[in-house]
Every structure is written in C-alpha cells, then in structure tokens.
C-alpha cells in the first residue's frame, strides 16, 4: 500500500487543496496539518514561513507520509529557496501546476493574481511565467482582505461582492487570472460575475490533485482514516473546516508547537 499524502497549509484554507485530492485519488490516505496556530502566513516574514514549513514537513514525514504537498500558496511563494526538507517521494507546491496550466494556454496576453502580501511580494508567479512566455505581462494585487472575509463566512452576498468589486477594479484589463489563495476558490462564482464570465480563472485544487496523481502509486482498497491536525484548537475552526472540505470533519490538536 502506498504511504500517505501529508498536506500542509497554514490553517484551515488547505482543506480546498486536500478536498480535492480525496475526489482525484478517493484510497489514499490523507494526514493534514493547518498550522492555526501561526495564521495567517500571508502576513509573515519568509524566514519565519520557512521555519514553520521545516517544523511541519518533519511531523508528517515522522509520521509517515510518502509525498508532501504543500497547499498554501505564501508557504509556497517561499518553498522554492528552502533546502534540506525530508526526502519525500514527491513534493507539490500550488504554484507550479497552475503556472504550468497558464502557460500552456496560448491566448493568454494579460493575466492577473490575487493572493496574500506574502504570495505577492515574492513575486514568484510573475517570474515563472515570464521566465517561460515573454509575450505575457503579469499584473499582481495583494487582497488581503479576502481570506478572513471568506473565513467569516462573507462569501456569497453583498459584502464579498463589494470587497470584490473594490480591490479587482484596481487591475487593468486583463484576460486571465490567477486566484493566488487558498480561500479563493469559494468566492470563484463572484470573481467570474465581476468579469461576467469574460476572464478564464485559475485556481489550484483540481490542478493540484491531477498532478498529484501522476506521482502516487494508486492504492486499489479503502485507506486507514485521514487526519486532520491543527497546532492549535478551537470550536470554530472546526466549524469553519466544513465550509472548506465540503463536510464535516474532525479536527485533532498536534502537540507540535506546545505552549
Ligand atoms: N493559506 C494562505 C495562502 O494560501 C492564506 C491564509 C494565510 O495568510 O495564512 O496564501
């Protein structure tokens, strides 16, 4: 049987990124860590992102995951530059896949990408695609408002539909774009309404799980159950994980970063 996937995010975000590969590869088994704890990481320094991520990557190797995926995109952004991870078989960030997905798609000549300060500072999206397609110009806005906003459930009414209207209006015209979160792809139907269904939008869970699936040998039985490990514990948190998983789960308290 093959090891499991060990998902990681800064919170409860990730569940987008770990919902999907249930559906792609339904007999894996999963072992998620959101490290509520240290949320969000979209506000972070990347010297702190990266201790967090050594942390982390050694709890799910340590318990025994074969491949590591890495679902928040502002860990991601600062992924690339970190040495001496666990030897996993494979590690996913969201980045690549999606870039790969924007690149390869020849009438792209305009695209934007929304994320948090972290994802957007490091421009790392920027560069992989004008590294690949010099025809495209990339136009980055951080939204940082978006992410507790969806936490806090404003997704489908008139307050997200406002945020939307305010920061998207600051990007030029564009006729792709990146949602650089998490979160995103919950308020996904909004962005297409504010475009009108005008702009083709990218986002990484699907994307993530079809390229995971080229990389795991597929297990043929029922996986032993997931888990779902947070360093830290609340109530809400868990309430929130079903707005993000699509159904309830339970939420277990990892002693990772005691205090
Ligand atoms: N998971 C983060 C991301 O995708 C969003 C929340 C945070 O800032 O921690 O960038």
Not at 23 to 51: A, M, R, V, W
Request: glycine share 6%; proline share 5%; net charge negative.
């Amino acid at each position: 049987m093959s090891g499991a996937i060990g998902v990681f995010d800064s919170g409860i975000g990730g569940l987008t990124v770990a919902s999907a590969i249930k559906k792609h590869l339904p007999n894996q088994q999963i072992i998620y860590f959101g490290d509520t704890l240290h949320l969000p990481y979209g506000d972070k320094s990347s010297g702190k992102i990266k201790e967090y991520i050594k942390a982390i990557s050694a709890f799910l190797f340590d318990n025994k995951c074969e491949h590591l995926v890495v679902a928040c995109n502002s860990a991601s952004s600062v992924l690339l530059s970190l040495k001496n991870l666990p030897p996993f078989s494979s590690i996913t960030n969201v980045i690549e896949p999606v870039v790969g997905q924007v690149i390869a798609n020849p009438d792209i000549k305009n695209v934007g990408i929304i994320g948090t300060k972290r994802t957007i500072n490091s421009h790392m999206y920027k560069h992989q695609i004008e590294a690949v397609r010099a025809d495209i110009t990339v136009h980055e806005l951080a939204t940082p408002l978006l992410a507790p906003m969806i936490e806090e459930g404003f997704v489908h009414d008139s307050i997200a539909e406002q945020v939307i209207h305010e920061y998207l209006s600051e990007l030029p015209e564009i006729d792709a774009m990146i949602l650089g979160c998490t979160h995103y792809p919950l308020i996904k139907k909004e962005i297409d309404s504010f475009y009108n269904g005008q702009v083709k939008l990218f986002d990484a869970p699907d994307v993530v799980a079809n390229t995971l699936k080229k990389l795991v040998h597929v297990n043929e039985a029922q996986p032993i159950s997931d888990h779902f490990y947070v360093s830290d514990y609340t109530a809400s948190f868990e309430k929130t994980a079903r707005l993000f998983f699509g159904e309830a789960i339970r939420l277990e308290k990892s002693d990772l970063f005691p205090y």
